[in-house]
């Protein structure tokens, strides 16, 4: 938008402000003003100077003239602002109150030879001269109010400067994020420059296991199956084990003579049990007459207790009933006194179910304990499952273990047994209830 405020630098020629005098008459050879009703104004006629102006006015400028500016190519000349009429003493009337150099006589002047140049421009141009060009605005739009130096180009321009200064500019957040992107690539790169210097490390050396191989003491080469359908065992061509049977209950009523004499050399019997459900304690009903027909027999005899115990209080009650029992008969035992603890496989719901390996190791100690401190030697009983489940290496490592495994030819278990339950589908003579489930045994001798 131009400026509109009337200053003698930017007010039209031929407008005089309020209470202005006439403005005087332009040099001859000027063009007339327009008259203010909007009438063009004919050119003013020449007319000779007289010899007092002449020598009076300054010699013509031989500056060149500015021609106004003009649409190329569109055939539409811009006008130039006409010119007030010379006054009658030759010179150009000026707005009141106007400095008298404001406009030089030169650009008068050049006003006027343009003036009649775009007159005969448009006689040449005809009707072309009066429009723009199809789709083209006129650049007439460019001219403003203020001066024979077409602002409006000047004002055009400069809003072409904003806008390519405004396209060019940059978010201030998008130089950030672009200094953030550099400076994390510069240490991306630092780091795996580093890596890449950096000497490869050395693979670990492979780590070696330090549990020590277990290694059975007998050498199952010795093993061999003796004239009596029992194992045996030899250390230097000498028989180093005995032969044994163990029962209960459930073997019923043993000819313990016809047991001798097929080659069986001792006898474990079962003493007493807990219940599982109940947990009551209770003394097997054969225990008397195997442990008085075994000993009077001549076979060595040993006991064992089925326990059920969940508590090492009831294993200390449970050795205790088995030392009580052993005291009232007079008989020597010669084989140790067994833990036998089991879990119970029938279906049925039993009081050891939810047992600790650690609870059931304290109730083993808890046994042999009780019973190694009334002179006796205790045991403990059990297959590869079941004493996988004790701390034989540590609180029972001084007890001695009785292992059961059925069907092999030398046992697989790596422990370190003093007697080994080898069958429970054994046949032997005076087990006539039991024929074909005889548990059978060898004891080893020497190690």
């Not at 005809?126 to 180009?153: E, F, I, K, N, Y």
């Not at 199952?220 to 209960?248: H, I, K």
């Amino acid at each position: 938008m131009s400026d509109t405020s009337q200053t003698p630098e930017n007010t039209p020629y031929g407008t005089s402000p309020a209470g202005s005098p006439t403005p005087e008459p332009r040099e001859a050879g000027q063009i007339a003003r327009p008259a203010q009703d909007g009438t063009p104004a004919t050119p003013a006629q020449p007319t000779a100077p007289t010899q007092s102006a002449a020598s009076t006015q300054p010699a013509p400028s031989t500056r060149p003239a500015t021609p106004a500016p003009s649409d190329a190519g569109t055939g539409t000349a811009t006008p130039v602002r006409p010119l007030t009429p010379a006054s009658p003493g030759g010179k150009a009337a000026k707005p009141a109150g106007a400095d008298p150099k404001s406009v030089p006589a030169w650009m008068a002047q050049a006003a006027a030879q343009a003036q009649a140049r775009q007159t005969s421009e448009r006689g040449a141009a005809g009707t072309q001269g009066q429009t723009s060009q199809a789709g083209r605005p006129s650049r007439r739009r460019h001219m403003v109010d203020g001066g024979g130096s077409a602002p409006g180009l000047h004002t055009t321009r400069s809003a072409a400067v904003e806008q390519a200064k405004r396209k060019v500019g940059v978010p201030m957040w998008l130089i950030l994020a672009a200094i953030a992107a550099i400076v994390i690539l510069l240490v991306a790169f630092i780091i795996v420059a580093v890596r890449a210097c950096s000497p490869a490390p050395e693979p670990e050396p492979a780590v070696t296991p330090t549990t020590q191989q277990w290694t059975s003491p007998y050498d199952w080469e010795n093993l061999v199956t003796l004239d009596n359908g029992y194992l045996g065992y030899y250390v230097d061509g000498q028989l180093a084990s005995e032969a044994g049977v163990d029962v209960s209950e459930h073997d019923g009523t043993i000819d313990w003579a016809a047991v001798k004499a097929s080659g069986i050399d001792f006898a474990m019997i079962r003493l007493g049990y807990r219940g599982y459900s109940q947990g009551s304690i209770n003394l097997d009903p054969y225990f008397l007459a195997n442990i008085e027909g075994a000993s009077q027999a001549g076979l060595k005899v040993g006991v064992y207790f089925f326990s059920q115990a969940i508590s090492e209080d009831e294993a200390r009650e449970e050795a205790q009933f088995v030392l009580n029992t052993l005291g009232s008969l007079n008989v020597t035992l010669s084989y140790p006194i067994a833990f036998d603890q089991e879990p119970i496989t029938n279906g049925d719901v039993a009081r050891t179910d939810n047992l600790t390996d650690a609870q059931l190791t304290a109730n083993a100690v808890a046994f042999c304990q009780e019973i190694e401190a009334a002179g006796y030697q205790p045991m403990v009983y059990g297959n590869q499952h079941d004493l996988g489940r004790l701390d034989l290496s540590g609180a029972l490592s001084s007890y001695e273990v009785w292992y059961a495994e059925y069907g092999v030819s030398e046992p697989t278990g790596k422990v370190n047994f003093a007697m080994w339950q080898y069958t429970a589908s054994g046949t032997v003579p005076g087990m006539d209830n039991t024929q074909g489930q005889a548990d059978i045994n060898i004891r080893f001798l020497a190690e």
